[in-house]
């Protein structure tokens, strides 16, 4: 097993945190508004109609989000946001859900704190794992 010294890690993190840090005035310079299933949002308020009926309408073709409504707001490593969510017709008889959690890190701080405390990848191989069933 290979292990870092204290200085390769201290170069490690420097490097993760210039990345980080690169990223999130990428995105305050020039925000998105993600439409296609591909493409991420990074914070609840970036959340579209179109990104929304791309990931939750997929295995029901005529369903479509009419509306998003963010509702509460939680702060700490991370953001955390309920959503409601509103479908057309077809979205509605399928019976997709309505009311969502949305756990995003939109800031410098949030992103640091989750990516060089190995949270974020803990985090994914659980949803991946665990929820995948």
Do not use: H
């Amino acid at each position: 097993m290979t292990t870092l010294t204290d200085g390769a890690f201290a170069v490690m993190a420097a490097v993760r945190a210039a990345r980080l840090a690169a990223q999130v005035v990428k995105e305050r310079i020039a925000p998105t508004r993600p439409g296609a299933l591909d493409e991420l949002p990074t914070s609840a308020s970036s959340l579209t109609a179109e990104w929304l009926t791309a990931v939750l309408c997929r295995e029901v073709p005529a369903a479509a989000v009419t509306a998003l409504e963010i509702r509460d707001e939680s702060i700490g490593t991370s953001t955390r946001n309920a959503l409601r969510v509103s479908y057309n017709a077809a979205g509605q008889q399928a019976g997709l859900p309505t009311r969502l959690f949305v756990k995003t890190a939109a800031s410098f701080r949030q992103r640091l704190m989750l990516v060089l405390g190995g949270v974020a990848e803990s985090e994914t191989i659980w949803v991946e794992v665990v929820c995948s069933g």
